[in-house]
């Protein structure tokens, strides 16, 4: 797994350097100073994570987030923040973050957050993934009319028994952005899992046919 490090304290970036080449199968292939930076490293690193501060001089990594997720739509993004707030997590995570990790967080949590990154999946430091992080959720499937087009296209999938694989191939999109597509639906509908998301999408099959 190769990840790109992106903090604007020299001593933090080498501290996490030397603690991420410690888990097995993970290399640090770059590492930037500033939200510029992460962007030019990722398009010329293409690394498969990126982990990046939101508190950075210049652009914040809100910003940073944006453009990445644009210009390197296959990198996973795992957000490091001193902050905890449920504002700074929905603001990462509408920004297409796949994981959330504190500061103070323990080494083994940042190993879990990249590895389920770069699988495709969200992680949320507990300490900012209780009940006031999201709204109540959607009864009787209220939601989907909000989900864009591919959203809906792909839950419509889900719910006629297709995997993330099959779904990929059949709308010529990466594993990686099904699986972030899932990620933000099940946040849109509620869904604290994947199955809670496949009973809805599954309703939805059984009631259109599609």
Same mark, same amino acid.
């Given at each position: 797994m190769r990840v790109l490090i992106c903090d604007d304290h020299t001593l933090v970036r080498a501290g996490l350097r030397r603690l991420l080449e410690t888990f097995a199968g993970i290399e640090v292939v770059a590492e930037a100073a500033s939200a510029d930076e992460a962007v030019f490293g990722a398009r010329r690193a293409a690394p498969d994570v990126v982990l990046l501060d939101l508190s950075m001089p210049g652009r914040s990594g809100f910003e940073a987030l944006a453009e990445l997720r644009q210009a390197c739509p296959d990198t996973a993004v795992v957000v490091?923040?001193?902050h905890d707030d449920p504002g700074h997590v929905r603001e990462s995570l509408a920004r297409g973050a796949s994981g959330f990790v504190v500061k103070e967080a323990a080494p083994a949590e940042l190993e879990i957050a990249v590895r389920a990154a770069a699988a495709g999946r969200t992680y949320l430091s507990p300490q900012v993934s209780g009940p006031q992080l999201f709204p109540a959720r959607?009864?009787?499937? $209220? *939601?989907?009319?909000? #989900?864009?087009?591919?959203?809906?296209?792909?839950?419509?999938?889900?719910?006629? *028994? =297709?995997?993330? !694989?099959?779904?990929?191939? $059949? #709308?010529?999109?990466?594993? !990686?952005?099904?699986?972030? @597509?899932?990620? =933000?639906?099940? +946040? %849109?509908?509620?869904?604290?899992?994947?199955? +809670?998301?496949?009973?809805?999408?599954? =309703? #939805? @099959? $059984? =009631? %259109?046919? %599609?």
């Open positions: 490091m923040s001193m959607p009864q009787r499937g $209220d *939601g989907i009319a909000a #989900l864009p087009p591919r959203q809906r296209e792909i839950l419509a999938a889900l719910g006629a *028994g =297709r995997t993330s !694989k099959q779904i990929a191939a $059949d #709308l010529g999109i990466s594993v !990686k952005t099904v699986e972030t @597509h899932r990620a =933000r639906m099940m +946040e %849109t509908l509620g869904c604290r899992n994947a199955v +809670e998301l496949l009973r809805v999408a599954v =309703r #939805l @099959h $059984d =009631r %259109t046919g %599609t």
